[in-house]
């Protein structure tokens, strides 16, 4: 039977609740299990997805695609929270069992940067987000994340065992305003990062340089950047007892380079990152196929279960054609920065 668009009351509801939500917004909630819309943003697809909650419609019986239910249980002890920021938006996973919780997902937007108010180094939770969704410590600031492997800071970009506190927003790029600043240096921002991939060389750091970069090309009207983090690597979970959370094992990143000429479609360029020491820079210049982290679209969404709604309808891979990422270049030559250039 070919999908089609069923009209009902919950439609029209849905329509308003959720303007920029699936394809064909009828589709919530009418019995049908449509992956497009299985997801938090969706309401897990109005519960179609799960036999638990699918309460079927005037089309389809539930089940009738089957189920893939990702939904948490209700009124259990697991689920997921948004918080909205001044400059940004993080998903969490929150654990109400384990009275700890930690971020899943990103999304952010960036113009030309106009101002530099410098970054925060001090690390405490957000009052406002549910206790059970963030990291959890001793004292008012977050210590540092440590592992008996890793002592000092000599070689620690050398050592696999040594984790930063790292920005899942770049810091840099929330430091335009007093209160982006206060927002990125919240907890709900930081996660375990390994040294080597977060600081310089890193291909993690890599990839917010370059958009620090190509958000000042004279032609670029806006960035917008997201993606999210898996923790399917028990391995590495060194920080339970000091932070009540997992370790991030694979980062991935989207940017959509919106240009100031509207006949340009958009540019889009992904990335899947290993959160290990020895994933650097140089792998950002290689596809994903061919040992690097530089992936088209389409796989991604794939590999990480992910159906990247906030990708524009049409669209360039141009970076992923070419097998390179974006270039970089200094501040100036950012400045005049040209899109067209690197691949003419």
């Not at 009738?64 to 948004?82: A, L, S, V, W």
């Not at 530099?116 to 690390?123: A, N, P, Q, W």
């Not at 796989?299 to 070419?322: C, G, H, I, M, S």
């Amino acid at each position: 039977m070919i999908r089609f668009i069923a009209s009902s009351v919950l439609s029209a509801f849905l329509l308003l609740e959720y303007a920029t939500a699936c394809p064909n917004l009828s589709w919530i909630g009418d019995g049908y299990c449509d992956p497009e819309c299985n997801n938090l943003d969706h309401q897990w697809d109005g519960g179609d997805c799960c036999e638990s909650t699918c309460n079927g419609g005037a089309s389809f019986d539930c089940g009738y695609n089957g189920y893939d239910c990702k939904e948490p249980t209700r009124g259990g002890n697991r689920y997921q929270f948004k918080k909205e920021y001044s400059g940004f938006e993080l998903t969490l996973q929150c654990d109400k069992e384990a009275q700890a919780g930690y971020t899943i997902g990103y999304y952010y937007s960036l113009v030309s940067d106009k101002n530099d108010l410098g970054t925060k180094r001090s690390y405490s939770n957000d009052l406002t987000v549910p206790t059970e969704c963030q990291q959890q410590f001793k004292g008012q600031n977050m210590p540092s994340y440590r592992t008996e492997k890793c002592s000092g800071e000599r070689f620690r970009q050398k050592n696999p065992f040594c984790y930063d506190r790292g920005h899942i927003i770049m810091a840099n790029h929330m430091d335009g305003t007093s209160q982006t600043r206060v927002d990125a240096s919240y907890v709900t921002n930081l996660v375990p990062q390994a040294s080597g991939f977060n600081q310089g060389g890193g291909s993690w750091k890599e990839t917010e340089d370059i958009i620090e970069c190509h958000r000042d090309f004279p032609d670029v009207e806006q960035l917008d950047i997201f993606g999210g983090m898996l923790y399917d690597d028990e391995s590495n979970d060194y920080f339970f007892d000091s932070h009540g959370i997992p370790t991030p094992d694979t980062f991935y990143k989207v940017v959509v380079k919106y240009f100031k000429a509207k006949t340009k479609d958009p540019d889009v360029i992904a990335w899947v990152m290993k959160n290990e020491f020895d994933d650097k820079a140089q792998r950002l210049d290689r596809r994903f196929n061919e040992g690097g982290n530089l992936i088209e679209v389409k796989q991604l969404k794939r590999l990480v279960n992910d159906t990247l709604d906030k990708l524009p309808a049409k669209f360039t891979e141009r970076a992923y054609k070419l097998g390179s990422s974006w270039d970089k270049f200094s501040a100036q030559e950012c400045k005049k920065g040209d899109s067209d250039a690197e691949f003419s």
